[in-house]
């Protein structure tokens, strides 16, 4: 699991399928964000949905897939766009949008502010993974 650019490395390993990984959890991953210039969009994201469909080609391992309504590097439409692009082949990978991140202005903060928000589902997806 990471966030940011470091989730889409995990994403990007993930479709190595390593030894002993079950199961990924992306955290508002993206790269290309400049909230200042362009808020809530990554400056290409059509770039972004192509790596994710190649990422999601032979990836076996289950994924969840976590962005915030108030996310100003990538908004709420692209994450979608990526997540439906990685799971075209029939991957198992959930998507949530959550609520925006509390007392934030940037939902991209997620992982480190959004605790409430999304841990009702990494709990479900651990324990579906058998944890």
Known sequence: MGN?????ATIGVSALNPPGAVGAINFASGSGGAPNVTPKRSCQPEKLTEAY???GKPTQIPSLWLYAENDLYWGTDAPREWHQAFAAGGR????VMTAAVPDVED??????RGDRLCSPHVKKFVQELGF
């Open 4 to 8: 940011s650019v470091g989730e889409l």
């Open 92 to 95: 198992k990978a959930r998507f």
């Open 53 to 55: 469909r190649e990422f």
């Open 107 to 112: 939902g991209h903060q997620l992982l480190l």
